[in-house]
């Protein structure tokens, strides 16, 4: 990696910044249970992480021939989920050192999720992050999700850099082959363990195969400013 400029960095949100899964997984599921879906576990949950809420949903209904219109299933999984996460949204420990770290150095930084804005205003409301990370993108705000490149891209044109001067923190697959596809450089720190051999992570820049519990702050601010 280049040392002539410390570029800016992109986070993905959920299962990278916070550990707010468990909170889309119980949100999830009190939707589908209220159409009669009773058997959607934690397992089935795990296929979809890093995949944003419409993608999911739309794929969810299909399989279970749901009658219910998408956005109607969609606003009601927000509805639950913005109940949970106002409360219960917790963050990786190392992952707030991180930020402080590049927040006291000036570096320019962006939250570029799959989830709904309001769910991401909630969440970096709630864990004090809003004031460090000014910058968000949702989903919502482009024409595709992830692994499409489009919302790593408005990140950074909101940012005022260029692609290739952007590094991406992601725990998923598919936000890893995002970045790939948008030019950017990325940080791989997978949330399912089962992950870390996937082609997507393997390209990464710079992959944490033990996901937060091998993340520190520390190793990813000195391989961010001074390379390997």
């Known amino acids: 990696m280049s040392t002539t400029r410390t570029p ?17 997984f119980e949100a999830g599921r ?33 399989r279970y021939a749901l009658d219910a219109p998408l956005d109607e299933l969609l606003a009601a999984k927000n509805r639950a989920y913005l ?25 320019p930084m962006a939250v570029a999720s799959g ?7 909630a969440v970096l409301a709630g864990t004090g992050l809003a004031d460090r990370i000014p910058v968000t993108v949702s989903a919502e ?3 595709r999700g992830k692994p499409e490149p489009d919302v790593f891209l408005e990140a950074a044109r909101r940012l005022g850099a260029a692609p290739h001067d952007c590094v991406v923190l992601e725990d998923a697959p598919p936000g890893a082959a995002a970045a ?29 195969r033990g996901g937060q519990a091998e993340f520190t702050a520390t190793a990813a601010y000195e391989w961010i400013t001074g390379g390997v």
């Open 141 to 143: 705000e482009v024409g």
């Open 115 to 121: 989830s709904s804005r309001a769910a991401i205003e």
């Open 180 to 208: 790939r596809a948008a030019g950017m450089r990325c940080i791989a720190v997978p949330y399912v363990e089962a992950t870390a051999g996937d082609a997507a992570f393997l390209a990464a820049d710079l992959l944490f």
């Open 30 to 62: 009190r939707v589908l249970a209220a159409h009669g879906v009773l058997d959607f576990d934690w397992d089935e949950h795990t296929r979809f992480i890093g995949i944003g809420t419409r993608e999911t949903l739309e794929i969810l209904r299909a």
């Open 8 to 24: 800016s960095v992109i986070f993905d949100l959920d299962g990278t910044l916070v550990d707010s899964e468990p909170n889309y």
């Open 83 to 107: 109940e949970l996460a106002s409360t219960s949204t917790a963050v990786f420990p190392e992952m707030r050192a991180f930020v402080e770290r590049l927040s006291e150095a000036g570096v």
